[in-house]
């Protein structure tokens, strides 16, 4: 009896050992990082912002909120790449979706970045999307 479990429990940690966990882009750290921005303008617009448009990111995950509901999801930075993954977002009912639209269609074309003293830019194709400051 001992015989068959021993076996059986060794086969099921030689099964659990082949198992792969799918690849994930290396993680670097980076100047971006452990830091509140808020969110001061974005292409081509003239809504206004909301004080409570901030983002942060903190080891491989973002979380802010779009002026109304709060956001978040994961990213990946190598150099001043970035990408950020699908964010899921709370559904109060606000005043103004467009900008919560914006803002959260935006964050899935974003690929790159750049710091310059206290403001971020995050960019789509070499051009700023969004802007932020240092909070």
């Known amino acids: 009896m001992i015989k068959h479990f021993l076996t059986g429990l ?8 082949c198992s792969q966990t799918p690849a994930q882009p290396p993680r670097t750290s980076s100047i971006i990082e452990d830091r509140e921005w808020e969110l001061v303008s974005f292409e081509k617009t003239n809504m ?3 004080k409570n448009a901030t983002l942060l990111l903190i080891d491989g995950r973002y979380m802010g909120n ?10 990946y ?3 001043d790449k970035i990408n950020f993954t699908a964010a899921y977002s709370t559904k109060m009912s606000c005043a103004d979706m467009g900008l919560e639209m914006k803002v959260l269609g935006l964050m ?20 700023g999307v969004m802007r932020f400051i240092e909070k």
């Open 66 to 75: 779009t002026g109304c509901n709060s956001m978040g999801g994961e990213y």
């Open 108 to 127: 899935q074309k974003v690929d790159q970045f750049k710091v310059e003293e206290s403001r971020l830019t995050l960019m789509h194709k070499g051009q």
């Open 48 to 50: 206004a912002i909301p």
């Open 10 to 17: 060794t086969l099921i940690l030689i099964v659990a050992g």
């Open 77 to 79: 930075i190598n150099a």
